[in-house]
């Protein structure tokens, strides 16, 4: 192929993505993907995933099954591959990034970040970041131990998971049963392990957004404060206050892991801020649910510049136009097949001057499956995260007999 009069540009368009998990986050890395004209399969554990109703095709399969991964690779045959969730047999990925297909961020960074053990030691004994003491536990007996060392109270979540997913806090040894039940539940993967951390008296939890580019310097959002039940997201805002000194620390922090891991494309790293100092926490090698709040906050939310660093497109400027915040619409009870997920409320919800909201379309629900977001702006932080508030109390979700 040839372009009469002009050179090729340097990335040609459309390409080929396989997403690997396919839930709200997907969903709208899909969007950004097909805006600018891309190929997008979408691939999860179940059909009708959210990213799967915008995707071009989809598949079902387990993603910790090599053989179905090399079928649908071979299919499907994709430039780029990008992961979602943690639970993928990641030995796969190396093989397919030999073979000259990219992994996002690269093949090694997924396989450190699926599992919280590898990326902990990575940063706490390679990279000798600050994070919080911790240890590893395979049983119950093993946990017991280890926190009698720790101390209480400390968390305890299992080495694989998503979105918070079996994390709790041991405030004495009387929880450590139920901890253990709770995290060896549910954890992703095929591995009965938890990982044990002290308890950090933070005064805030952040998420630094860290877009690293193939030829280009690394770049940071501005910091999203975020606030967490169960171990996982309520609510989200941005920007998050934080002394310079602080920010400035946890910026040195994140490219030095980031850095570690190579690639390029959107880093979720999560950082304690206590009193005088930004500590370790976790990373996500792909948008972060905390971010979601950039789809009303930035000129480029993370989903885009997560699809420009993997594509080596411009990204000339990260803006937030406004003090902004983000809540997260929660189902309250299992859904049975017989029933489908309906919503009411929304345009009570989008009365409001400076809001608006995503429906993520699963479904099926269960308690406290996220089911959307509530998103708002106004003059101060205070004021967007009351708005997001109301916002995301005026949605009901409903199940309808069929």
């Known amino acids: 192929m040839s372009v009469t009069g002009s050179p090729l540009p340097k990335t040609l368009l459309p390409k ?7 839930g709200e986050l997907g969903k709208e890395f899909a969007i950004a993907a097909k805006r600018l004209g891309n190929q997008l399969i979408a691939v999860d554990r179940y059909a009708n995933a959210p990213a799967m109703q915008v995707a071009d095709e ?5 993603m910790l099954d090599g053989d179905a991964l090399e079928a649908i690779v071979a299919k499907h045959r994709p430039d780029f591959i990008v992961p979602e969730i943690e639970a993928i047999r990641t030995e796969k990925l190396a093989e397919f990034e030999a073979r000259g297909i990219t992994v996002i961020p690269t093949a090694a960074a997924t396989h450190y970040t699926m599992n919280r053990d ?7 004994g390679d990279l000798g970041v600050r994070t919080a ?4 536990a395979t049983s119950l007996d093993e946990l017991v131990s280890a926190a009698g060392a720790i101390g209480f109270p400390n968390v305890i979540k299992p080495v694989m998971s998503s979105s918070g ?3 709790s806090i041991a405030h004495g040894p009387d929880d450590l049963a139920a901890a253990w039940r709770y995290a060896t539940e549910q954890g992703r993967g095929d591995q009965a392990k938890v990982i044990i951390e002290e308890f950090i008296h933070f005064e805030l939890e952040i998420t ?12 940071f959002c501005p910091p999203i404060g975020h606030r967490q039940e169960r171990g996982d997201y309520q609510e989200s805002w941005q920007p998050a206050p934080l002394k310079p000194e602080l920010l400035q620390q946890a910026q040195a922090i994140a490219q030095t892991v980031t850095q570690a891991l190579g690639g390029a494309g959107i880093f979720g790293v999560e950082f304690f801020i206590t009193a005088d100092e930004a500590i370790f926490s976790e990373l996500s090698p792909r948008p972060h649910d905390t971010g979601m709040v950039t789809l009303i906050s930035q000129n480029l939310n993370e989903f885009e510049l997560h699809l420009r660093a993997i594509l080596g497109l411009p990204i000339p400027e990260i803006e937030v136009f406004s003090p902004a915040a983000s809540a997260a619409i929660l189902a309250d009870r299992q859904s049975d097949p017989s029933e489908t997920v309906v919503y009411g409320g929304v345009a009570e919800a989008l009365d409001e001057v400076g809001t608006d909201l995503r429906l993520f379309g699963k479904p099926s629900t269960r308690q406290y ?23 995301a109390q005026s949605v009901q979700v409903h199940l309808m007999g069929l």
Do not use: C, N
């Open 118 to 124: 590898r990326i902990r030691d990575l940063a706490a």
């Open 208 to 219: 630094l957004l860290t877009v690293r580019q193939w030829d280009g310097p690394t770049l």
């Open 165 to 167: 997913k079996g994390q």
């Open 133 to 136: 003491r911790y240890a590893y």
């Open 58 to 62: 989809s598949e079902v399969i387990s």
């Open 369 to 391: 499956r996220r089911m959307g977001v509530a998103l708002a702006r106004d003059t101060t932080i205070e004021l967007a995260r009351h708005k997001a508030s109301r916002v």
């Open 16 to 22: 080929t993505f396989l997403l690997l998990g396919s």
